[in-house]
């Protein structure tokens, strides 16, 4: 098993910055990917980035150029810098994980979750 801790969510305004960071305890040799997905009020859960064991990335298109993942050199933490926020990127973002090398679109199959953590971008 797999844990999952996020920390770094809040309120930030239009244009600012935040980062969040995720640490993962347990089984954590098992672990082939990291990342974070979002979810809107009202609207489906969906791929934020991720980050595989062989430091390969995925960005959504709507985050590419604004948002960095990035890992700490144990591998077991992940951290989401989010520059230029607007209010579209108000969401619960999760923290993910699972055994193979990619985090699919909607996160169904995804085996391990944080808490999930509020970002708000609002003036």
């Known amino acids: 098993q797999v844990q999952l801790v996020e920390s770094g969510g809040g309120l930030v305004q239009p244009g600012g910055s935040l980062r969040l960071s995720c640490v993962a305890s347990g089984s954590i040799s098992s672990i082939g990917v990291m990342g974070w997905y979002r979810q809107a009020p009202g609207k489906q859960r969906t791929l934020v980035a991720f980050i595989s064991d062989d430091d390969s990335t995925k960005y959504a298109d709507s985050v590419k150029g604004r948002f960095t993942i990035s890992r700490g050199s144990a591998k077991n933490k992940v951290d989401l810098q989010m520059n230029s926020l607007n209010p579209e990127d108000t969401a619960v973002y999760y923290c993910?994980?699972?055994?193979?090398?990619?985090?699919?679109?909607?996160?169904?199959?995804?085996?391990?979750w944080g808490q999930g953590t509020q970002v708000t971008v609002s003036s």
């Open positions: 993910a994980a699972d055994s193979f090398l990619e985090l699919g679109p909607r996160g169904g199959a995804t085996q391990y």
